[in-house]
């Protein structure tokens, strides 16, 4: 399993930005599909972006569309998760994830390899 420590959590007002940063111990870029999860206070864990192999496509859940972006950074061998004009409802526990799969669609991916989250608050 691989080892993921994710970070850049915080508080912050709507409108807002944040930038969150997975390192992992081996290389971003020999995982075939990353991921960013949220779960909020009593609701389900949910994917909110991901990343397939080479970066080839891309996951958004519908709510952050247009406002979120999921990358790998090859300077620093990180994957990150921007988070623009962010709202209340965005706030939750955020958890980088990793997973072997290789297909085409990453929201498909089984994620097998977690982070142990950073939390987001976001104030009205």
């Known amino acids: 399993q691989v080892r993921l420590q994710d970070s850049g959590g915080g508080w912050v007002q709507a409108g807002e930005s944040l930038r969150l940063s997975c390192v992992a111990s081996?290389?971003?870029?020999?995982?075939?599909?990353m991921g960013w999860y949220r779960q909020a206070p009593g609701k389900e864990r949910e994917l909110v972006a991901a990343?397939?192999?080479?970066?080839?496509?891309?996951y958004y859940t519908d709510s952050v569309k247009g406002r979120f972006t999921i990358s790998r950074d090859r300077n620093k061998d990180s994957l990150h998760l921007q988070m623009d004009s962010l709202k209340p409802e965005d706030t939750a526990m955020y958890y980088c994830?990793?997973?072997?799969?290789?297909?085409?669609?990453?929201?498909?991916?089984?994620?097998?390899?977690w982070g142990q989250g950073t939390r987001v608050t976001v104030s009205s």
């Open positions: 990343l397939s192999s080479l970066g080839h496509s891309t």
């Open positions: 081996v290389s971003i870029f020999a995982i075939n599909t």
């Open positions: 994830a990793a997973s072997d799969y290789s297909g085409y669609n990453p929201e498909f991916a089984d994620f097998g390899s």
